[in-house]
Structures are given as C-alpha cells and as structure tokens.
C-alpha cells in the first residue's frame, strides 16, 4: 500500500493567515490526489481532487499543486469556517489510502 | 443533486456481522462505482472496498477474507457486511461515490464525492 505522509498534524493560525498543508506518497503518483475538509460530527467534504482541481462551490482561497511525491494544500487567507481537519488521499493504485490528517486550529 | 443516505445497527458483539445499506438518491447509478470507507476513533481512514450496478468489487486485501459488498440496482441501493467483527472494527462507516466508468474507461484521479452522513458502529461485548 502507499503510505500518505502528512505534515503538520497540527497548525495554530490566525484568521487571514496563508495556510499550507503538505502530503508526501511513499512512491509516485502522478497527480492522483485528492484533498478533503472534515468538520467535527460530519463526513469529510472533497476540496481538491487530479492535486489541483478545484470543486464546485470550494472557495478560491483553497488551491492544491505538485505531483510525484510532493504535494501541497494552500488556504490564502483562512477564514473562520475553514477550522477543520485536512486529509489526503491517493488514488494511483488499489487501495487508495489516506494521510493521517492536518487539525487547524485557531491561535 | 445525488444524495446518499446511509442505515444499519450501531452496536454489535464481537464475531457478529456488520451490516450497512446506502441508498442513492438523485443522479445516475449505473457507470459509477459506490464506496465503503471507514474513520477510526483516532481519526484515521480506511478505504473498504467498492461495487459497481454490475456487481463488479474490488476489496481492501486486509479486509478481503470478511468483507462482502453487494449491489441492488432495482433500488438504486448497495450494502457492506463484514463478518466477524471485533473492537477493532470500531470506527464510522461512510458510503461515498466512487470512480465513474464508461466504453471501458474510467475517470481515473477523480476524489470521493459525495459522502453519506455516515454510520457509527461500535463493537462491544
């Protein structure tokens, strides 16, 4: 299996910090990344998938890059509503597997 | 808009089996395939396996020997059971859309979307 490396995880921030997520795969996996928001109490909400396709409905201050074995999550400004946890996940081979997750909170 | 909505028991004994119906409502079913994830209590996640409206699988190796995912296309519904089951299989189960595939290709790289609302199984004596 792909081990999903992610780092921190956990980040105190500010409202209108810049916000950055990092997940590093095991081995490559072209730009077969997925990122997901998960609030407490509720399933976890695909943000980002492809490393930087932007969801219907996902603000602009959320943008995913890299491929390979390095990728990265940017919130450009954090907002109040963005206070959540944050997942990676592959899906370049069977089964896709998730990082172990990113808390943000607030400073 | 799909939509998919999520039942089953919540509490079971140890070597009982899990047993889990997600519907989904809106959208097309066929093409698609449908997942079962799990979240641990300590956050982790775990995909199970998956299905498409032909029955075709593919399960998680570590879990392959208990796990049976089936599919009703008459209902536009598809079920996870995991016989079994100990403490460790604690956790949230969540359905989620899967890949979509069509004339033999699949869009590949694509995330889980949507989720149900998921389903909290404990396994307790």
């Known amino acids: 299996d792909i081990q999903m490396t992610q780092s921190p995880s956990s980040l105190s921030a500010s409202v209108g910090d810049r916000v950055t997520i990092t997940c590093r795969p095991s081995?490559?996996?072209?730009?077969?990344l997925s990122w997901y928001q998960q609030k407490p109490g509720k399933a976890p909400r695909l943000l980002i998938d492809?490393?930087?396709s932007l969801q219907s409905g996902v603000p602009s201050r959320f943008s995913g890059s890299g491929s390979g074995t390095d990728f990265t999550l940017t919130i450009s400004s954090l907002q109040s509503e963005d206070f959540a946890t944050y997942y990676c996940?592959?899906?370049?081979?069977?089964?896709?597997?998730f990082g172990g997750g990113t808390k943000v909170e607030i400073k | 808009q799909v939509l998919l909505q999520q039942w089953g028991a919540g509490l079971l004994k140890p070597s009982e089996t899990l047993s889990l119906t997600c519907a989904v409502n809106?959208?097309?079913?066929?093409?698609?395939?449908w997942t079962w994830i799990r979240q641990f209590p300590g956050k982790g996640l775990q995909w199970i396996g998956n299905?498409?409206?032909?029955?075709?699988?593919d399960y998680d190796p570590s879990l392959k020997s208990r796990v049976t995912i089936s599919v009703d296309t008459s209902k536009n519904h598809f079920s996870l059971e995991l016989n079994s089951v100990t403490a460790a299989d604690t956790a949230v189960y969540y359905c989620?859309?899967?890949?979509?595939?069509?004339?033999?290709?699949?869009?590949?790289?694509?995330?889980?979307?949507?989720w149900g609302q998921g389903t909290l199984v404990t396994v307790s004596s």
């Open positions: 989620a859309r899967d890949i979509y595939c069509s004339g033999g290709r699949c869009s590949v790289g694509i995330g889980f979307d949507p």
């Open positions: 809106g959208g097309s079913f066929s093409g698609y395939f």
């Open positions: 299905i498409n409206h032909r029955g075709n699988s």
């Open positions: 081995q490559s996996i072209s730009n077969y």
């Open positions: 492809a490393a930087s």
């Open positions: 996940q592959q899906s370049y081979t069977t089964p896709p597997t």
